[in-house]
């Protein structure tokens, strides 16, 4: 699909060049903080898989650049957001880059020589593997990225923080909600906007960290088996009917953003020109600088290349 066509078809994909985002994913999460004011009072944040870095854009643009020209912001007062990311993205202001993958054990370790000594008051993790297109498939392998942020988050987040996880609905969401309930109260599922209904993407809103009593990070995978295990595993398989009857989950799910606003699922004419030529489409804001694709890029241009000198 050709820029301009994208632009028709994708509102969201549109706005997000208009106004300087990296990506559209930039308005779900703003749209999760308009719902649910995941930003209010906070001052150190952690944002696992972060390139190429819309979701640190928002976060530089509401935290730190409005404190940071705030007159009565002392030295050492501005917040502090620790970006984290397989992938290496280019600066933004306010935001500390780590390249490193979430489920390495020694990721925890990198963000907490950050903080120097304290913990996040926010986690937000927009993590996604390679879609397979297998729904099954896919749903698992991002429910293992939700559990090694999880994992991130019982090592940097304070008691009462918040964490904020990209999930893809499936047989083993009341699974997953279960699990997350385990560590905060108040867990709901929204949907932002911006996100397509055809997508099974959702994000888990989860606040008020309070951690079992006596609980010690080295026993979050013991706990969580306790809960269950994905589809096909033991006792709390979703689809075995153990959630059902009496046992049922009823997880809150909640669609959020403007919703009188943009469908992320219509289509949107190009707007008019004031001078009345014809609409020109704007480059993205920041296109990656190392896409796991780039290696099948230069493998298909080596390839068309031997092809032409045969
Ligand atoms: C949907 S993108 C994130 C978009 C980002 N929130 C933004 O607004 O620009 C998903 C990211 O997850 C990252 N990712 C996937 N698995 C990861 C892992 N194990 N560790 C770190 N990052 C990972 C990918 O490199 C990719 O950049």
Redesign the pocket.
Known sequence: MGKASRDKRDIYYRKAKEEG???R??F??LQIDEEFNIFQGVKRVV????????????LSRQLYLPAKSSAESKEGDVPLIVA????P?SPIEGVIQVQ?????AR?AQLVIIHFDGSKADLV?C?????VTGLHDMDEFVQSQ?IL?GLTIVTHVLKEGGKFIA?IFRGKDTSLLYSQLKLFFPTVTFAKPKSSRNSSIEAFAVCENYSPPEGFHPRDLHRLLEKVGSPSGGSHLDCSSGWLEGPNKVYIPFLACGDLTGYDSDRSYPHPKEADGSSYQSMDPVQP?IAP?YKRALELKKASAQSIRDA
Do not use: E, H
Request: aromatic share 4%.
């Open positions: 985002w990296r990506a994913s930039a779900k999460l944002d696992l898989c972060a390139a190429p870095g819309s979701w640190s854009q928002v984290i990311d397989l992938q993205m490193g993958d979430i489920t390495n990721t937000v927009d993590g996604a593997p390679d990225l090694a990209k990656p796991p």
